[in-house]
């Protein structure tokens, strides 16, 4: 039986907080080995006597593990996450040298700018900084622990502190060019370098590997071209960032502590990818580097960009995954993101822009939601439940923290703003507010304590763009039947005004001018047929060049028809001129149907494989199908649509309540919304079968018939992303059997059928 622990903690708003464990797990991770060490209960325990202050706390798991379980070998992936094979170190590429969080450029500016604000008042705080005293002594530790093993003193305070009067002494020598401090980091990070071994302690201690991982990696990347760091010292730091840190970063990233993929929060991932992308950097490995973007960009695990950035509202207010947590929680996201984007950009990687900027989506929100707008009253955001594994079910925003004063802001507005001249107002505003950012040591409002080096106002200033960007990333769906735009603004803009035509490329009609915020707007004037819109901003100069163009397809309009009338070959034709046909894979054939032909699937392999991000530009829909099922199973498929088991949409016959059910997620199957009928799909009968979406109502029916509707269906097939599983007759869960029987004349529609042209469709019409 799992034996629950309460543990209290300080969140990242220093605020106290209880937490439930089940029975922690620890683990200790020595050079090129993996022992376990003893299970432990109660509270955390104080850190050594001369420790300093402790830390805001990121983080605090819900551990999983059953007394005695066995943590799994790092090949032991999760069955729907390929265990990545060992990385070994790459010929060493043409790498950005210094290349993480600044490069040669911005120190150039730093040094250029030290008598203008912000760089002059955030110098003055570095220098006043404890950690960057000459007389400084770093302290040093075989074993780092973090969390309550049960056995040892915490003692990962001595790390972190370190780690922060490293990158500043750092920090100080390359803007100052004085060696005593150059001396000063130098003798810091050999220190550790010449004793360190192992971190350990609980899970907490994958937090330890990887916060003080990408801090540690940042100031060694500073230093690297001073003289004075002996070759043998540095490949000796080398070693140890590979063997004591990227170990741990590696082995959570693929295992996640043995738990489900939902379980930990984005930032026990973040700050494990960062001190991966940190790592490969300094150690000149590009295999490390790629296991970090491509986890980035695509993983399902909570620190990617899609789950991290979990809901995209309209006006591109990014819903963060731990907004229902605590606000102490979702401004560090934006600190450990801001900092991996960073780090990638100095090596060419345009991260920031990923996914038409979702980082700077995520980034809005969350400044927004901890910003006051009026006397005490902070501005009210949109929400969405979130659910994981853990069933933490949040259904409203967290006020735990709110306020929180990271020192992150200032990276966000110089790289969106005065990099790209795009608009980021609440970013911008609470940028402004903690101006200027200090750092670990640096104690108030605008230091975010040792979860991130801080100090952005002086490392991420530069001066203003000259002038703004055009609005761009315009995207358009359908919802409820209108059509909502968003788009992103321009840095300069007063106002924006949108623009509609009938036909491609113009002529282009104004339809709303003066728009302000939120940059969106929902077009209720609209008729059947595809519109398309454009964007402009208003400046002081004018009037800017318009947006891209977005075409929506307003109405309701054929979208994909598989009519399965072939006689032979592999391909299903597409009747709807749309160009998405489906290819038959594995045990598949053209068999009798209703009336002429129809797919027909034998239950063990085969299955239609439809066009990639065949769902990306549909809101609201409607799929109808007939089914002929020739033998009942739970959980085999009508269609799953997705790009595995984190994002998908599917109907089932038969779920395992024993109801046909209709279900779509971002995230997993725990953060399913779904749908149930009122019985499983009959067999061996001819049934048709229909599923429609108009804004948040989803209603499904059987035979012409609705058997039941949600009002809450929040999720639209366009939230899905990038889909390269799209499937009739097969699930994402390779587990799941395959569709056995016959399925007609399929189609998917943009926008909602009425219940009198559903009915119509089941009468043969």
């Known amino acids: 039986m799992r034996k629950l622990i309460l543990t209290e903690l300080h969140d990242a708003a220093d605020e106290h907080e209880l937490i439930a464990f089940l029975t922690r797990r620890s683990f200790l991770y020595s050079i090129g080995a993996l022992a376990l060490a003893g299970c432990g209960a109660g509270g955390d325990s104080p850190l050594a006597a001369q420790q300093p202050a402790q830390p805001e706390q990121p983080e605090q798991p819900v551990q999983a593990a059953l007394p005695g379980q066995q943590i799994q070998p790092a090949q032991a992936a999760q069955p729907d996450q390929p265990a990545k094979p060992e990385v070994q170190a790459a010929a060493a590429p043409a790498f950005v040298h210094p290349g993480l969080l600044h490069t040669e450029t911005d120190f150039a500016r730093m040094r250029a700018n030290l008598d203008a604000e912000p760089w002059k008042s955030t110098w003055n705080l570095l220098k006043a900084n404890s950690h960057t005293s000459l007389t400084y002594t770093a302290r040093p530790q075989a074993v780092i622990y973090r969390g309550d093993d049960g056995v040892h003193a915490q003692n990962y305070g001595l790390l972190f502190t370190d780690a922060a009067a490293a990158y500043q002494c750092a920090l100080r020598w390359k803007i100052s060019g004085t060696d005593a401090y150059a001396n000063k980091a130098i003798e810091i990070m050999n220190a550790w370098a010449a004793v360190l071994t192992a971190i350990s302690g609980d899970t907490n201690g994958y937090l330890a590997a990887g916060l003080q991982g990408y801090q540690m990696a940042n100031a060694a990347e500073i230093m690297r071209s001073y003289s004075g760091w002996a070759p043998a010292d540095f490949a000796r730091f080398q070693t140890m960032m590979r063997k004591v840190f990227y170990s741990l970063n590696h082995d959570f990233l693929i295992r996640h502590n043995g738990t489900e993929i939902t379980h930990y929060w984005a930032n026990w991932d973040l700050c494990n990818m960062s001190s991966m992308l940190a790592i490969g950097v300094l150690c000149d490995d590009q295999t490390i580097v790629d296991e970090a973007v491509s986890y980035f960009k695509g993983h399902a695990g909570n620190g990617a960009s899609s789950q991290a950035t979990y809901y995209l509202h309209p006006g591109y207010l990014g819903q963060w995954q731990e907004t229902g947590r605590d606000q102490g929680h979702n401004t560090l996201g934006i600190a450990l993101m801001g900092a991996f984007c960073e780090m990638a950009w100095n090596q060419g990687l345009d991260l920031y822009g990923w996914d038409n900027n979702r980082f700077l989506a995520g980034a809005e929100y969350v400044a927004k939601c901890n910003l006051i707008e009026s006397g005490t009253a902070y501005y009210s955001v949109p929400y969405v439940t979130y659910d994981n594994v853990d069933n933490v079910n949040q259904t409203v925003l967290a006020t ?41 040591g640096n104690y108030g409002p605008n230091s975010g304590g040792y979860d991130q080096l801080g100090f952005g106002s002086l490392t991420c200033a530069r001066p203003p763009i000259a002038a703004g960007a055009p609005p761009s990333g315009l995207t358009g769906y359908l919802n409820a039947g209108k059509v909502e735009l968003s788009w992103w603004g321009s840095a300069y803009a007063t106002s924006y005004t949108v623009k509609r035509a ?71 034709a597409d009747a709807s001129g749309k160009g998405h046909p489906g290819t038959l894979v594995g045990g598949g054939s053209w068999v009798a149907g209703r009336k002429a032909n129809a797919l027909g699937l034998n239950g063990t392999s085969g299955y239609l494989q439809l066009p990639n991000d065949l769902m990306l530009m549909v809101g609201d829909f409607t799929v109808s199908t007939w089914v002929y099922w020739d033998a009942s199973k739970n959980w085999a498929r009508i269609f799953d649509f997705g790009s595995g088991t984190s994002h998908f949409m599917f109907l089932t016959p038969r779920a395992s309540n024993g109801l046909a059910r209709f279900g779509i997620s971002v995230n997993g199957s725990n953060g399913a919304l779904v749908l149930d009928s009122n019985a499983a799909l009959p067999v061996a009968q001819w049934v048709h079968v229909a599923v429609t979406l108009s804004g948040r109502v989803a209603t499904l029916y059987v035979n012409g018939v609705a058997v039941n509707s949600m009002s809450t269906m929040f999720l639209a ?33 943009h926008g909602a059928l009425s219940a009198s042209e559903v009915a119509a469709l089941a009468a043969g019409g």
């Open 502 to 572: 009938t036909v491609s490329g113009g002529p282009y009609t104004v339809i709303q001018s003066g728009i302000t915020d939120l940059l969106t707007f929902t077009d209720a004037g609209v008729v059947s047929g595809n519109q398309y819109y454009v964007v402009t901003a208003i400046t002081a100069a004018g009037e800017t060049a318009a947006s891209n163009q977005v075409t929506v397809a307003a109405g309701t309009t054929l979208h994909t028809w598989l009519k399965c009338d072939e006689t032979g070959g592999t391909i299903a």
């Open 400 to 440: 735990g923290g709110q306020g929180t004063g990271r020192p992150c802001w200032a990276l966000v507005v110089n790289h969106y703003v005065n990099r790209k001249g795009l608009a980021a107002p609440y970013s911008k505003k609470f940028a402004d507010l903690i101006n200027p950012e200090g750092g670990g």
């Open 717 to 749: 097939p366009f939230r899905l992303g990038s889909s390269d599983r799209n499937f009739i007759g097969r699930s994402q869960y390779d587990a799941d059997p395959y569709f056995n029987g016959r399925i007609d004349d399929f189609r998917i529609y």
